[in-house]
Each structure stands twice: as C-alpha cells, then as structure tokens.
C-alpha cells in the first residue's frame, strides 16, 4: 500500500495541490505546441504560473503574507500560506489595441470569480509611446507590481512581508494613462491611474470579515530602468467609500447614546469612523542584477486619516550572489507603526444597571479599534533559489521575526491583538516556482 498524503488533505488544499502539479506536468507541452503554432491563434498568447510552498512555524503565531489573508496553518504547517496557481491570456486585436485577463487561485477569506480576477483590461496604444488601459489594472506603485503573484518572477520564498504585507490594495477598477520617454539606453515611464476598488478581508480579528471599499483611487508613478537598473517612485490616496461593518455596529451603539449621558461618545464616534477618510501611499524603490550579484531595495511610508490605521514606514534591503543556477540571498526588513495609538475615555456610570451595562458593553466593543493595526518588527531572511530549469525555480528560506509588543498585527495566532511582551518567530519555507 502506497501512502498518499492528499488523501488525508482538506478538499481546499487536495484541489489547490493537484491542481498546481497538473499544470506543472502538462503546461511544457502546451506551450511547446503553442509555439509551433499548433493549437492556438497567433492573436492569442497563453501564460500560467503558480507556487507550491511549504511553510513550517514552531511558534503560536501564523504569517499573513498579505494584510487579511486567512489564517491557512494547521498546527505548525501551512501549505497554502504561499500555494497559488495564476493564469493569462493576452489577445492581440489590432491598430494597437489588445487585451489581457489574469487569474489567480489562492487562499482568500472570499472565493469567488470577481475575487480571482486580478487583472481584466483593455489597452490601445495611439502613439507608439502612449499606452491608455482600461478594467482592472494592479496598483503600480512598487518594483513588483506586475509580478506579486508570480513566484518565478522574484528572488525570495515570497514579496517581502515588511513592506508588501500593510498594503490593503492589489487592484482596482479603473483606468490609467503611460507614457515613455528614452533616456539613453534606457526608458523613463510616467504613469497617472484611478479608480475604484472592493475587497472582503479579516479586519484585525481572523473570525470577522468586513468589506474594504475604496472610492476614489488616485496616484502617479515614474520608473526609469535599463539592461541592469530599476528605480521606481509612485503615490496613491485611496478614500473609504463607507464604514466597515464592525464601525457601524459600534456607531449604531453610540446612536441611542444621548450627548448628556456620555459626554465623550460624540468624539468616539468621529474617531472610530472611517467613511470619506483616507489613506496615502509613497513608495521608493531600486534594483540592479548584474552577472554575479543581484541588489533591491525600497521604502515605504503609509500615512492614514483614520486613527485605528496608524502610519506605517517600511522597508528592506536584499542582496543576492549568482553562482551559476543557484542564488543564495540575505533580506534585512523592517517595519513600524508610527504615533501614539488612540485611547478612548471609560463610560460614566449613571446608577442605573441596565444603562451602565449597555455602556459597558459599547465601550468593550471600541476596544477592537484601540490599538488599532499595529505593526513593529525586524526580520532577517536567508535563502537560495535553485533554477532547476528554465522555467522552474525551487526555493528555501529562513526568517526569523523580532515583533514588537502590540506589533503583530501582521500574524494570526492566539496572541494575534495586542501582546504584553516582544516576541521572535522562525519560519522554514519552500517552495517550487513555475512560469510557462
């Protein structure tokens, strides 16, 4: 009797597991027939690419590697924390018109068609260096922008947590206008977007879901790059459309809460709501490959109208040394939320034991917002990438995490809020890494 270890899998984890090493098997001779022309029309090209990782946590706390995904560890083992298969279609229609559809099956607090589409657009180019895009475009603001979900594309086990983590926008509906300059033997590409964005996601607590609307999104990017550099600049302010779910149950609260009873409600309220306030996005960035070594880093600052979002600064310096197919690598990352987190004043007790219990209860209820998100950690990686082939890439890394007291909010766990002491987490990860 062979032991089979899908066999005991959740059906979530069988079907996303089988489905990644099908793909990995059978897209080699896809796009080998693709290329000969055998199967597909010329207009029409067909990409796929998809991670199978592993991830090993010995502490009671579990990796977000983005800010809301679910929390997807077993006991001390993930395999979908890093596991996603994506696919694309780019379809040449003509007088530089084309469109491009991207799809990508991973862990998701919602599963749904809408959820999976990352990118869905139409782009026509009027000019040969003007591009204009409409659908559903990713938020360019980063070096890897166009490439967070592809695990072939990057050096490391997964987009450094530190600084892609916070980001609560991957895409948005809308529309953005590029232009191109030459600039020696490279090329200078200004970019102006916005639009409108909808995502579900755990908000600070894994067990509740609240709907992040964003309306509107309006930023710029620069980037400048050429056979060995990248340098990248980008803003965007994103503005709440409407109040998360939880803020408006408390609000509803402090609504039958008269002004005389509890002075201070009225000032509680303006702080925990979040319609019409806004986030702003800066972000700096640089990288240069060569033929041995390989260096990247950047910068990011989050600043938030909201006060249970504090400002974040973020960053990370990787270094890398080619030695023929295998790249050993170093990350040094960090993360920090900036000023003082909000308090709010306990209740007056009033006499009366029904009032001073529903006082109570609503001021417990604001202590989801206090102190809010979070996030104070250091982390040192070290990994190798083996380029097994041309178009697969298997990978190890190491973390190990320093998290502040009442920093974690970038880890699920028992002590997922806030933490009466620091704390280290170690990560073993790996993974197999394709593109075709």
Known sequence: MHWNPLKFACPRLRDLVSAVLFCACLLPQLSAA???????DPRLRLSAFGTLGVVYDGSSKHLQRDFGQPDSFHGKTSLLTDSLLGAQFDLRIGNGLDATVQMVAKDRTEQSLDSSLEWAFLRWRPLQDLTLRAGRLGLDLYLLSDCRNVG????????????????LIQN???????????IGEGRLQTRLFGGVTKNSLPFMQPDRVNVLEFNPILGASIGYENDQFRFSAGYARARF???????????DGFSSVPQQVWPGSVAISRAIANRHKSINFYSLGASYEGEDWVLQAEAGYLHSDWATVRDIASGYLSLGRHCEAFTPYLVLAAAQTRGAAQTFS???????????AQLSALYLATQLFTPGVAVDQRTVSAGVRWDVQRNLALKLQWDTSRVAAQGG????????GPQSSATTVNLLSTSLNFAY
């Open 34 to 40: 693709a290329d000969e022309g055998q199967i597909l």
């Open 152 to 167: 072939f594309a990057y050096l490391w086990q997964r987009p450094v947590v530190e600084f892609y983590g916070p980001l």
């Open 172 to 182: 948005f509906d809308g529309a953005d206008a590029s232009y191109v300059f030459k």
């Open 241 to 251: 459309a409407g109040n998360l779910s939880d803020v408006s149950q408390v609000l």
């Open 346 to 356: 306990a209740p007056p007790i009033t006499g009366d034991p029904t009032t001073d």
């Open 409 to 416: 909010s970038l880890w699920w766990g028992p002590a997922s």
